[in-house]
């Protein structure tokens, strides 16, 4: 079995080799380590996309706004990703971004992952009905059964979530109150006794 490391090396001098930066190559080493690290097909996926790179000729999307669409090819996830990353304070003010025709979108996934680590919120990654919950780069929640990534994402969802807890108020009042058993009543010996409370100065 492969190191993460390897995986992560091996990508970014493959990316090289085909014609990006060394900087977008660093950034694509780390999104397939992440991938794999997530047991999804990275490896796989970056394969196919280099073999159809140049056939299809992917378009670059500089400045991304809350509707997006390609002129006539799709988009290509490495480009489409790093400037998702650094847009990404720009972009989560739209609450809300689409895009039509994305190529191997499994590869602009853990963009978005980083993404949102990066600004703290949950990121919702839907396309053609297949559904991504990214959890600040920690953990990816999915509907997608199919073992086979699709080529191409036609309908792209981007939500940025609030953060919001998963309980309400009454149920942390309750356990909050199971906790206050667990308070010890402050004494004059624990007072004498805590950090810093010494008498004596020793410098």
Known sequence: MKSL?????????????AGFSWGISEEVGK??????LFGLPGIKNLNNYF??????NFENLK????????????????????????????????????????A?????????????????KKIFFNFDNNEFLLN????????????QYPSIAENVQID??????????????NLYRLSEQTFVEETESLK?????????DND
């Not at 999104?31 to 794999?36: A, D, G, H, S, V």
């Not at 600040?136 to 073992?147: A, C, D, E, G, L």
């Open 104 to 120: 191997y979108p499994v590869l602009f996934l853990p963009f978005l992952s980083r993404s949102s680590e990066i600004i703290g």
């Open 136 to 147: 600040f780069n920690i953990s990816v929640y999915s509907n997608f059964n199919s073992k």
């Open 51 to 56: 073999k159809n790179k140049e056939l299809n």
């Open 63 to 102: 400045l991304i706004d809350k509707d997006n669409k390609p002129q006539k090819k799709a988009f290509c996830p490495i480009n489409l990703g790093v400037n998702f990353i650094d847009q990404i304070r720009t972009l989560e003010k739209f609450n809300r971004c689409v895009f039509k025709n994305i």
């Open 192 to 200: 004498q006794g805590a950090a810093g409370a010494g008498l004596t």
């Open 5 to 17: 490391s390897e995986i992560e090396t091996t990508s970014k001098r493959a990316t090289r080799a």
């Open 160 to 173: 940025f979530l609030d953060n919001k807890d998963n309980f309400n108020e009454e149920e942390w009042k």
């Open 31 to 36: 999104c397939i380590r992440l991938l794999e």
